[in-house]
């Protein structure tokens, strides 16, 4: 509980000034008892996925799916990850968070493969805290395994910060992944501070193009030569790309223009409920 935490909290440390802090203390009640309810709503099924269709954006063939978690909140209603996945992080929630959704998104698509669904492959967020966790490949593997899916119809996605900490143990880790027939998919790519020297360095199969740079496509010269640079690129790299955000005509006629090939955007479709999805592409 709560009061447990503190009490433990206190006892372990020696700077009592802390805790005397009222704004810091009610920080910390905040945090034990977020972190409670996330495990409540781990035990009792509260949270699901949605999954985004990614398409041609010439003919709007499924390439790909990326799974993105929602807290269902008997109270609060849909929450969305901004509301949960930061204190989920800080308090280490999110490791066992995302381990389930790993094994609920592979274990789903294997299933819509059985059914007839296109073949494609899912698209996995890693958060910061599973990356770092020694046990990663094994779990990964282990996950694979049990669900029947097949590697190369398996895509994890991580940001540049997530990597940034310890570049040679990314390296190796990135590396046992793709060793595995996994992909690896460089998220909000561009917003980092060395997004160039990560795709020099890592063994990287995708990039995702962020949505900062298409919000203003539409009218924006910069954006779209960046754009069409970023594509360039990634083309004589072997990278595929897709470009994040796309929400109108506009943004997608300009998209075109920059050759990109794939997108993920609101103008094709929102992420949708398991069911919807299965009415879509398995109907
Ligand atoms: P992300 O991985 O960059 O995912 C793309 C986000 O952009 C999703 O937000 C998606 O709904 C949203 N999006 C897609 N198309 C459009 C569009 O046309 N316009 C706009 N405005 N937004 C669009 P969502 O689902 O709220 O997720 C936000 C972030 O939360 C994700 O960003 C990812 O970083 C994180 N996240 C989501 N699911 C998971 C998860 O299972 N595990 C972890 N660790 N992180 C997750
Ligand atoms: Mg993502
Ligand atoms: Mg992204
Ligand atoms: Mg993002």
Known sequence: SADAALREAKKSSRDSYFFYNNELHQQLLKKVSTENELQTALYNDQ??????PQ?????????????????MHPER???????FISVAEETGMIRDIGWW?????CKRMKHWHDQGAPKVPISVNLSFNQFHDDTLVKKVCHILETSG???????????????????DRSLRILKEIRALGVGVSLDD?????????YLKSLPINQLKIDRSFVMDIAENNRDQAIVTAIVSMA???WIDVIVEGIETKEQLKAIESCRCQV????YYSQPLAERDFTVKYLA
């Open 235 to 237: 083309e004589h790299l």
């Open 263 to 266: 997108i993920q955007g609101y």
């Open 77 to 83: 209603g849909i929450v969305p990850p901004s509301g």
């Open 101 to 105: 959704v790993l094994r609920e998104a």
């Open 149 to 167: 899916l097949s590697p190369q119809y398996l895509e994890l996605e991580i940001t540049e910060s997530t990597m940034a900490e310890d570049l």
């Open 189 to 197: 790519f561009g917003t980092g501070y060395s997004s160039l020297s």
């Open 55 to 71: 398409v041609n954006a010439c003919n709007g063939e499924l390439k790909g799916v990326e799974a993105l978690i929602r807290w």
């Open 47 to 52: 949270f699901v996925l949605f999954y985004q």
